[in-house]
C-alpha cells in the first residue's frame, strides 16, 4: 500500500476539508466530484491529476481501494474541476507504471518515495466536449 491508512482517514477527515476550497485552482490538483456506489450521495474529493495527451491520470495515492476510487469505477465516470474548467470523464482505467512515466518528471520522485505505482486513467467526453 502506498500510503498508510491511518494518513488516509486523516486526510479525508482534516486534510480535504482545508484543501477542498483552493484544490481545483492549484496546477496538478482538482476536485473529482463521485457519486457514493451506496448512498447515492456527491461527493467532492482533491486528487493529484495530470494530462497525459489525451487523457488524464490521477495518482492513486492511497491505492485502489479507497471509497472514491471504488465509486468512480463503479459508475464509469466522474466530473473533475480543474483550474476554471468543468471537465466530465469517463471509462476509468487502473494502471500499474513503477516509474511514473504517466506523471510529468518533477512529480516522479516524490510518487517513488510514496510508494504509489498505481494510476487511474480516464478520457475526457468527446461526444459531448471536454467542458460542460
Given amino acids: 500500500m502506498p500510503l498508510p491508512e491511518w494518513l488516509g482517514r486523516f486526510n479525508r477527515s482534516v486534510t480535504n476539508r482545508v ?25 467532492r474529493t482533491p486528487v493529484n491529476i495530470f494530462r497525459s495527451g489525451e ?29 476554471a474548467s468543468t471537465i ?5 482505467r487502473i494502471v500499474t507504471d513503477p516509474r511514473a512515466m504517466l506523471v510529468p518528471s518533477p512529480i516522479r520522485p516524490i510518487l ?8 487511474m486513467e480516464l478520457w475526457p ?8
Fill in 125 to 132: 467526453d468527446a461526444s459531448r466536449g471536454e467542458t460542460e
Fill in 55 to 83: 487523457r488524464f491520470v490521477i495518482a492513486l495515492t492511497y491505492g485502489r481501494d479507497t471509497d472514491w476510487v471504488r465509486n468512480v469505477m463503479a459508475s464509469g465516470s466522474c466530473i473533475v474541476l480543474t483550474r
Fill in 19 to 43: 484543501t477542498r476550497p483552493f484544490a481545483g485552482r492549484l496546477p496538478g490538483f482538482a476536485i473529482l466530484m463521485h457519486t457514493g456506489r451506496r448512498t447515492g450521495h456527491s461527493h
Fill in 112 to 119: 517513488r518515495m510514496a510508494n504509489v505505482n498505481q494510476f
Fill in 88 to 92: 466530465r470523464l469517463h471509462d476509468p
